[in-house]
């Protein structure tokens, strides 16, 4: 299990877009067509189950909202600023 960061170091390390929402930190994704949401969802979704990490992730008709925390650290961690990276390089 990683530890949790405090909320400077998560300001510090956190990639650009992306917002620390009290234990977790989110990023909303917007596509012209609602199918190129669902393929990017499926493109995190096999990302998160690589790393045994799983987001949330809210699909609507042209936004995708993706939210990495950890459940068992109780907050934010380097996995979760590591996935968030690479989910931006997949958009």
Do not use: N
Not at 1 to 22: E, F, V
Not at 28 to 41: K, M, N, P, S
Not at 59 to 68: G, L, N, T
């Amino acid at each position: 299990m990683s530890d949790r960061l405090d909320d400077d170091t998560i300001s510090d390390r956190l990639p650009d877009d992306w917002i620390h929402d009290g234990d977790a930190i989110t990023r909303t994704y917007t596509f012209e067509e609602y199918l190129d949401g669902v393929a990017f969802a499926s493109e995190v979704g096999d990302l998160a189950d690589e790393a045994f990490h799983h987001p949330e992730i809210t699909i609507r008709y042209d936004e995708v909202e993706v939210r990495f925390t950890d459940h068992e650290a109780g907050g934010v961690t380097s996995q979760d600023i590591e996935l968030a990276r690479r989910t931006d390089d997949r958009r």
